[in-house]
């Protein structure tokens, strides 16, 4: 089994920046994949960006420019750098990785923008 703990949620005003952070620890043996996704309420959890092992990376097209996601393997931790934030990024932020077939997930951090 694999823990996830995310950090760094917040209240920001319109333009600011938040940076998020997801801690994994347990069993891990080798991380393929790890992603941020987010839901806000009424609405269907989307994949903000995401990360391989290899460093390729792919983001949702309304964060691409204002967020970026990284990872450092030594620590078993990722982030997801959130600058330019706006009121539609207002949501649950989730981490989430993929160790060979299985997935875990974090509990969740609040990011709330506001205008």
């Known amino acids: 089994q694999v823990q996830l703990v995310e950090s760094g949620g917040g209240l920001v005003q319109a333009g600011g920046s938040l940076r998020l952070s997801c801690v994994a620890s347990?069993?891990?043996?080798?991380?393929?994949?790890m992603g941020w996704y987010r839901q806000a309420p009424g609405k269907q959890r989307e994949l903000v960006a995401e990360?391989?092992?290899?460093?390729?990376?792919n983001y949702l097209d309304s964060v691409r420019g204002r967020f970026t996601i990284s990872r450092d393997n030594a620590k078993n931790t990722g982030y997801l750098q959130m600058n330019s934030l706006q009121p539609e990024d207002t949501a649950v932020y989730y981490c989430?990785?993929?160790?060979?077939?299985?997935?875990?997930w974090g509990q969740g951090t609040q990011v709330t923008v506001s205008s």
């Open positions: 347990g069993r891990i043996i080798s991380i393929i994949r």
């Open positions: 990360i391989t092992s290899g460093g390729s990376t």
């Open positions: 989430k990785v993929r160790q060979f077939y299985d997935d875990y």
